[in-house]
């Protein structure tokens, strides 16, 4: 239970920080630090991020989200995410966590290069959103993320903002709150997929969704007078360290 508390404290506290990020380290944490199946820590993970997420929004809900964009994205999302959920069925553990360390690796690598948001032709210079020109995108993203959640168990946090913010050009304080928004819809989405063959400890998962609901919200307000580079250079570093063990740990367990 102690154990659980901690890596709490670590997934809550990267959600708050960035807006997203703390579900991919929550899977890997689940399996390898509490020693869970995979086949409950992603549904597990769902309840720990989808929680955490919406204690960290609440901060933003009246000044740092687009509920519009939300919404779009994460209802879309949390259809698909019956898809992934789906195909996780049908492929072995092996394959899972060699394709989540595949995606741990590229998002990593994309947190160390640098970019501009609120420059797309999405979202304009007024603060207005283009809805002819974002709602294919928004779509298109609602749907990978979704599929993604379900076949993984991640909320989809490390994707959600850098698509927002490159893709529908979204100055990067809205990316981090909408992406929020999307990430509760997206693991109650994922975590229903999962209903029908669900079986994990609630005891431990609820003592880590309550440790990881406090440290997002404190690391949301602390995160505020951080430089945005050192978190995002931090934050890519831990998760190439993780996504480097997952992969040695599929290939050699």
Do not use: H, W
């Given at each position: 239970m102690i154990a659980a508390l901690a890596f709490g404290l670590l997934v809550g506290?990267?959600?708050?920080?960035?807006?997203?990020?703390g579900s991919i380290l929550a899977v890997p944490v689940l399996v390898y630090g509490m020693g869970m199946p995979l086949a409950a820590a992603i549904p597990s993970s769902l309840v720990?991020?989808?929680?955490?997420?919406?204690?960290?929004?609440?901060p933003r809900i009246r000044h740092g989200l687009n509920w519009r964009l939300?919404?779009?994205?994460?209802?879309?999302?949390?259809?698909?995410?019956?898809?992934?959920?789906?195909?996780?069925?049908?492929?072995?553990?092996?394959?899972l966590l060699l394709v989540f360390a595949a995606i741990m690796i590229a998002?990593?690598?994309?947190?160390?290069?640098?970019?501009?948001?609120?420059?797309?032709?999405?979202?304009?210079?007024?603060g207005s959103v283009r809805w002819r020109r974002c709602l294919p995108k928004a779509v298109a993203i609602g749907v990978v993320v979704g599929f993604l959640t379900g076949l993984l168990g991640?909320?989809?946090?490390?994707?959600?903002?850098?698509?927002?913010?490159?893709?529908?050009?979204l100055p990067m304080t809205l990316a981090i709150g909408t992406s929020l928004v999307i990430i509760v819809i997206n693991s109650v989405g994922g975590f229903i997929s999962h209903l029908g063959n669900l079986e994990f400890d609630w005891s431990v998962t609820a003592a880590f969704a309550v440790a990881a609901m406090a440290a997002s919200l404190l690391a949301g307000r602390v995160g505020r007078s951080l430089p945005e580079k050192l978190l995002k250079r931090g934050f890519a570093v831990l998760v190439l360290l993780v996504a480097v063990y997952v992969a040695f740990q599929a290939l050699t367990g």
């Open positions: 506290g990267l959600l708050g920080l960035v807006g997203g990020g720990v991020v989808g929680a955490s997420s919406a204690v960290a929004v609440l939300a919404l779009i994205i994460g209802v879309t999302g949390g259809i698909t995410a019956y898809g992934g959920s789906a195909v996780n069925r049908v492929l072995d553990q092996k394959t998002a990593g690598v994309r947190m160390f290069m640098s970019s501009k948001s609120g420059t797309g032709d999405c979202y304009s210079r007024e991640v909320g989809g946090g490390f994707l959600i903002v850098p698509a927002l913010a490159l893709v529908l050009g």
